[in-house]
């Protein structure tokens, strides 16, 4: 069964220190992946995606993921986190065959002054 | 400018009532979802569209029905049959069919059953 998982429920990060939210998933074959953030009481918004081709990709607000097929990784990076990006991540994979996005349970980020 | 909008954002309800929320897009997208989001759960599908007079169950739809009369809106009703309605509630839509997973969020709206 297709899958997404987040370990960390919640973290909590310096100002200026660097951040890597994990995911891991399960999935049949090459899967669309994707990472989201959510603002309290808000929706979710695009930071990045995965399709194909450079596993390293970049998002808006300095975020960036790397895609590990060995390790069935998605983790989300950025290297100096800032006290607006404190909010919840949500690692998704998505498929072709059907209409249904699984995501994660999301991470938390808290950031500290 | 272009998007979801999601009406109302906050919404009391009597048990026993049935409610409708509303969802709006001028994106011109083929498909639209809803997906509702309890603390700890992320996001689980209850009903998706991929175009107008059709529509298919998510993985909870029990309690809920949908319409999607029209391209641009999609709304939910939560029946008084759904056991557990308070929860934050989110639309979205998707650029064509063979979805790639990429989703565009209305705001959410917050529906708590007293």
């Known amino acids: 069964a297709q899958s997404v998982t987040q370990p960390d429920i919640h973290i909590t990060v310096s100002e200026g220190a660097s951040l890597e939210l994990r995911c891991n998933y399960s999935y049949g074959a090459t899967p669309y992946l994707f990472w989201y953030v959510q603002s309290p009481g808000q929706g979710l918004q695009l930071l990045l995606k995965?399709?194909?081709?450079?596993?390293l990709v970049q998002g808006i607000k300095g975020f960036e993921a790397e895609f590990k097929r060995s390790q069935s990784s998605f983790n989300l990076r950025k290297p100096s986190v800032h006290w607006s990006d404190a909010a919840e991540y949500f690692c998704?994979?998505?498929?072709?065959?059907?209409?249904?996005?699984?995501f994660g349970a999301g991470t938390r980020l808290f950031v500290k002054a | 400018d272009g998007g979801i909008t999601q009406s109302p954002k906050y919404l009391f309800r009597k048990e026993g009532q049935n409610v409708t929320l509303s969802c709006e897009q001028n994106?011109?997208?083929?498909?639209m979802y809803w997906y509702r989001q309890d603390p700890g759960q992320g996001l689980r599908l209850i009903y998706y569209?991929?175009?107008?007079?059709?529509?298919q169950k998510g993985d909870i739809a029990e309690g809920y029905s949908v319409s999607r009369e029209k391209k641009e809106s999609f709304p939910l009703t939560v029946t008084s049959a759904q056991k557990n309605p308070t929860a934050f509630y989110l639309c979205?839509?998707?650029?064509?069919?063979?979805?790639?997973?990429?989703?565009?969020f209305g705001e959410g709206s917050r529906l708590t059953v007293l």
């Open positions: 995965y399709f194909s081709g450079d596993t």
């Open positions: 998704a994979v998505g498929n072709t065959g059907g209409f249904k996005t699984i």
């Open positions: 994106l011109n997208h083929d498909a």
């Open positions: 569209s991929q175009i107008v007079n059709d529509f």
């Open positions: 979205a839509s998707s650029i064509s069919p063979g979805n790639t997973g990429e989703l565009f």
